[in-house]
């Protein structure tokens, strides 16, 4: 097998050099949300980083495989900050440990490593850590100058690596549900969009503090296509299907639906759309195929939301999306002349 | 008899010829019911002794039923051995017959139990074959087990939990707790985490037979050419 | 040729048919082996999660067997007659058992069985069966926290009506951050079966149970063959 190794080594490469400039995209949003949440979600995102790399270092060590050029590439700490972004940062330090090095060990590496995993490495972390630990799944900080006490930097740190709170406190002091999942609870209990939207958790469009970090996102997803390092089709479908989903309901009921707007910048649509749908490797390849996928993904998260049993929906239409991958690239995949066995063809020019 | 036939049919059940692993036959209660060792290993031991039972049964009479209607009359004696079962646990182990559910009279549809019937008590006498349907049996047992063992630690931090639903409330004190104040890993004990380890156990399998392949054939080629293994 | 096809069939119909009667001799033994252990078992598995709430010392009666037909009320959720048990001590009325169901929780009804003293207070509160979310609401069961005990003793004398909510709506009762929907359903469906039982306290405790124990033995087998 060693025999094969070197035309993979160059590929890494080009590879470390697109993803910084994925993570460099991530910036403002994370600036954003240290400015309205705090500094916790960065330690949560250093502890999935120092993971992410641990684990791919180890999975590489076993399989064989060269350690360093694969380290370099950038895809693990993308990987480790994508899911470090959409779990609550006030989450154990256990948890982001155990999905994140279950998104690298088994999405990642027993599928055959960069290039191979069929699904989204982050979004399989995340779905594990929602399905495995819901509870701690709920435990977000709430926007600065809404709760009646914010933790101090090493209270936080405190509380994600020992669990404990300042004396007196209660965790429901300094969490709260997401806007996403506060809409649920309250049409449950009460029903009438307007009224719920006038709660101080609410902000212009979406959540309070929540709606900006969905813009800093939005920015560096803009400079990610004007930099063509992704095609509009991903980001536009799936904001589109959302948007058209969104908009047709509410305009039925807006008593009970709320505006497609407040879809755009509530929950992982906007990271989604622009840094998780748009992983080249779990994605389709033709444009056509990126075209479906996405929409596909933006309706599913609409059901997930609306009439789902989780908040947020786009893990699960991300990795649902995923499974029809094959599918969709074998329907949209172009005609070459003379050759019947196109699947054959595409197979091998992957592996 | 000789002790080489029955060496090669428990060989052949609980290793070459795993059900569990290699065969992969019955997978769905298997999955199903595989959350924690005590579940696992009564719906095994169940499935065992309906496997050695009607394997035993239907060896003698294989030839005085007629081939075309051999499914069915096999079929009646898998259903009512199973339904024998499932009256004397309903009985004696209420807790754990409520617990089991469905997966009891689901035997009856279990393909490994007719497929060891046509591929071996259909040819063999019947002391062979309720040899080979209780060392199949014991085959998925052991895996079953294992798969149990594996999300029971993950999932809960226990092993044995609710064995007294089977040996009686006595038996509480055999609990063990492997991992104390646990936060428990659901995905374990939900059907994905059955789905997870069965795979890794398919691949620690493949593993171990490649290795012992590998190691074969090198000691071959050395026992061949010394020179070679030297170089 | 065609006699000999009739008579394959006719040797296959008498061979099916051998083992047709054999297998129905087998069955229909073990089933009457079995049949009492099993009625048996059943009634105890009941008794044991009853037991669980009301207390060995305050009944002398054969719980399982004492049952009080409810119609459907909103008070106790039920859409249908529900059953009730009630225990005595020496002949005296000690504590009712009521099977209300919270029809608000997370992801559907959540089947509960409460225990109510004469004087009105909760003696216990189970969980029978939910569809809450693994590890989110499902605290709610005994075996994973004891949560549910909290009702233990609590009564409408001892807690007014604000009290019977969750402390984060201003009540007396315990909930888990993230996790407020089905304490709520649960306290709520609760303080209707103690409310239930303050209106229909005399008929609860005073009139004849209408069931015999031979119909209750045989409500035992039916169960089984169900």
């Known amino acids: 097998m060693s025999a094969f190794f070197s035309p993979f080594i160059s590929k890494p490469e080009g590879v470390s050099l697109i993803m910084l400039k994925v993570l460099l995209a991530l910036i403002p949003g994370i600036a954003l949300y240290v400015w309205f949440f705090g500094s916790a979600i960065l330690i949560s995102i250093t502890l999935a980083s120092l993971t992410a790399l641990g684990t791919e270092a180890l999975m590489l060590k076993l399989r064989n495989r060269p350690i360093s050029p694969f380290l370099k590439d950038n895809s693990a700490l993308l990987t480790a900050w994508l899911l470090a972004l959409s779990i609550p940062p006030l989450a154990p330090w256990w948890l982001v440990v155990v999905g994140t090095a279950f998104a690298i060990s088994i999405s990642k590496h027993l599928y055959g490593g960069l290039g191979n995993n069929p699904f989204n490495p982050a979004m399989i972390g995340y779905a594990v850590l929602i399905i495995s630990f819901p509870l701690q799944m709920t435990h977000w900080i709430t926007p600065h100058g809404l709760g009646q006490v914010e933790l101090g930097f090493f209270d936080q740190l405190d509380y994600i690596f020992r669990g404990i709170l300042p004396d007196g406190l209660k965790l429901d002091a300094v969490t709260m549900a997401t806007p996403l999942d506060t809409l649920k609870t309250q049409l449950h209990m009460y029903g009438n969009i307007n009224e719920i939207m006038n709660l101080p958790i609410y902000g212009h469009l979406a959540g309070q503090g929540s ?102 929906g786009m893990a699960f239409a991300t990795l649902l999306m995923n499974i029809c991958v094959p599918l969709i690239d074998a329907y949209t995949q172009p005609k070459v002349f003379g050759k019947k066995g196109r699947l054959s063809d595409k197979n091998g020019g992957q592996a | 008899m000789t002790a080489q036939e029955i060496k090669d049919i428990f060989y052949n059940g609980l290793w070459k010829q795993n059900t569990g692993l290699v065969q992969l036959l019955g997978l769905c209660p298997l999955l199903a019911v595989s959350s924690s060792v005590v579940n696992a290993v009564s719906l095994g031991l169940a499935t065992t002794l309906v496997m050695a039972f009607s394997s035993a049964a239907i060896a003698p009479i294989r030839n005085y039923v007629p081939n075309e209607i051999r499914i069915p009359v096999f079929i009646l004696i898998i259903a009512v051995l199973v339904t024998v079962i499932q009256y004397e646990m309903n009985a004696y182990m209420y807790s754990l017959y409520v617990v089991l ?77 492997v991992i104390p104040d646990y936060h428990g890993f ?29 190691k074969a054939k090198a000691q071959q080629t050395a026992s061949q050419t010394p020179q070679a293994a030297i170089a | 040729m065609r006699r000999t096809l009739a008579k394959a069939s006719l040797h296959s119909a008498l061979n099916l048919l051998f083992f047709a009667v054999l297998g129905t001799i087998v069955l229909s033994s073990t089933y009457l082996l079995t049949r009492d252990t099993i009625a048996q078992s059943v009634e105890t598995e009941k008794l044991k999660l009853i037991a669980q709430i009301v207390p060995q010392d305050s009944y002398d009666n054969n719980i399982v067997q004492s049952t009080l037909d409810l119609p459907p009320d909103e008070l106790l959720g039920t859409e249908e007659t529900s059953i009730g048990y009630r225990a005595t001590l020496k002949g005296e009325p000690s504590v009712v058992v009521l099977q209300p169901v919270a029809p608000d929780g997370y992801s559907g009804k959540i089947f509960l069985i409460v225990a109510i003293r004469s004087n009105g207070e909760v003696s216990g ?8 979310t693994p590890g989110l609401g499902d605290y709610i069961e005994v075996a994973k926290n004891p949560w549910i005990k909290q009702f233990d003793g609590q009564s409408l004398t001892n807690h007014t009506a604000q009290d019977w909510q969750v402390k984060k709506d201003g009540g007396k009762f315990d909930s888990m951050a993230g996790a407020t929907i089905t304490p709520r359903a649960v306290v709520k469906a609760v303080h209707k079966a103690v409310q239930y039982f303050a209106k229909h306290r005399d008929q609860l405790l005073t009139q004849a149970p209408p069931s015999s124990p031979d119909k209750s033995g045989r409500e035992g087998v039916k169960e089984k063959t169900k």
């Open chain 2, 101 to 177: 559910g469905i997966f009891i009279p689901l035997i009856v549809t279990n393909c490994i139990v007719l497929a060891r019937i046509e591929a071996f008590a259909s040819k063999n006498t019947a002391t062979a074959s309720a040899l080979d349907g209780m060392a199949m049996g014991l085959g998925l047992t052991a895996v079953l087990m294992v798969l149990g063992g594996i999300r029971e630690i993950f999932g809960h931090g226990t092993l044995l939990s609710g064995i007294d639903m089977a040996l009686g409330e006595s038996a509480k004190s055999l609990v063990i707790t």
């Open chain 2, 186 to 214: 659901l995905l374990a004990i939900l059907p994905p985490g059955a789905f997870i380890v069965l795979g890794l156990l398919i691949a620690t399998r493949n593993w171990l037979t490649l290795r012992a392949e590998r």
């Open chain 3, 125 to 132: 509160v189970r969980v029978v069966s939910h569809h809450e």
């Open chain 1, 211 to 312: 709606e900006w970090v969905a813009t800093g996102f939005l920015l560096g997803g803009l400079y990610l296509l004007a930099t063509r390092l992704i095609s509009w089709h991903i980001p536009v479908a799936y904001l589109g299907t959302l948007f058209i989903t969104a908009g047709l309901f509410h305009l039925a009921d807006p008593a009970h639906y709320v505006t497609p707007l407040f879809h755009w910048f509530s929950g992982a649509a906007m990271i989604g759309a622009f840094f998780i749908l748009t992983d080249p490797v779990s994605g389709p390849t033709t444009h056509k195929g990126k075209l479906i996928f996405a929409a596909g993904a933006g309706f599913i998260t609409y059901l997930i939301r609306v009439f789902g049993g989780f908040p947020d």
